[in-house]
C-alpha cells in the first residue's frame, strides 16, 4: 500500500540525504508558523512582521529590541528559524529510534506540535527568556493549533518520506 505522503503534499522536498531533510523540515515548518504568527498577530493585535520579530528577539534583548529596528527583527527571524530547526533536528533523531513514532504519521505530527507550542509556552519563555507571560487565550489556542499542523505535521511528513526513502 503507498503510503499518502509518498506523492502528496510534500512530494517535490529532496529528503534524499538528512542534510536536505532537515533544511526543508526547518524550512517548511519556519515559513509556515512564521506566516501564521504573521496573520494571527496582525488580526488580533494590528502587529506587522517588524514589531512580531522583534517580540521574538526581545526574549534575548528585552525592551531594547523594539527601538532595534529591522536589525532586531531579523535577529527574532533568525532565532525563529533556529528554534524551527531544533524541533525538525530533534524530530528527526527520535524517530527512527521510538518506535511509537512511526505508528501514525499524521497523529505524532500533529501532537507534535502542541509538544513544540507546550515546550516553548510553558518552559522556555517563562523561565529562559526576557518575554512576560501572555494569557491563555483564544491566540494561545490558536498557537497551539497552527503548531500541530503547520510546524508539527510537516516536520512529522518529511522526516518519514526520508525514513521510508532510505529503507
Known sequence: MQNANQNGLFGFV??????????WATLISGVLDALAAVVVYYAFFKLNPVQIYQFVA??????????GGLGTALLGLGIHFLIAFVAAYLFFQLYPRLALLRQNVYAVGLGYGAVIWAFMNLIIIPYFSKIPPAPFDTVAVLGILWH?????????LIVEKYDRQKG
Do not use: C, R, W
Not at 529532496?14 to 533544511?23: G, H, K, M
Open 58 to 67: 526581545s526574549g534575548i534583548l528585552d525592551k531594547s529590541a523594539y527601538s
Open 14 to 23: 529532496n529528503t534524499s540525504t538528512p542534510t536536505n531533510t532537515l533544511f
Open 148 to 156: 500541530m499542523v503547520l510546524v508539527g505535521l510537516p516536520i512529522a
